[in-house]
């Protein structure tokens, strides 16, 4: 997928994002981390980390060499997507007390995540 791709779905997925409230903080987490991807996947190809035809979809789903090329290139918003792929287990698959304040947290992380991919050059 073109870096344009990732941007476009990143944003849309945003704006359904922007239409929840607390009570929804399972798909706000959800989303984060699907919007988080995107925005990543745009930042690495961007940056010249990965090829058009290499999308992850999980950084726990990479392969251990791939997912140490992505933190080389960009270890700061790697980490941001792993902090929200951690809370999934935890608060959409789980029944950890405190959902709402996890997805604010999801939200946070995202919003860093998207502020890097926006300011690319």
């Not at 779905?9 to 399972?26: C, M, P």
């Not at 140490?68 to 941001?80: C, D, H, N, S």
């Not at 809370?87 to 996890?102: Q, T, Y």
């Amino acid at each position: 997928m073109t870096p344009e791709n990732h941007r476009d779905k990143a944003q849309r997925i945003e704006r359904s994002l922007a239409k929840l409230n607390d009570s929804d903080w399972e798909i706000r987490i959800e989303a984060a981390m699907l919007a988080g991807t995107h925005w990543v996947n745009h930042v690495l190809h961007r940056v010249g980390a990965s090829e058009m035809s290499e999308d992850m979809v999980h950084a726990s789903m990479c392969m251990v060499s791939v997912l140490r090329k992505y933190k080389l290139a960009e270890p700061e918003l790697i980490a941001q997507l792993e902090e929200i792929e951690e809370l999934r287990p935890l608060f959409v698959r789980g029944d950890m007390d405190g959902g709402a304040k996890a997805a604010d947290r999801a939200i946070a992380l995202l919003g860093s995540i998207g502020e890097r991919a926006r300011n690319l050059p």
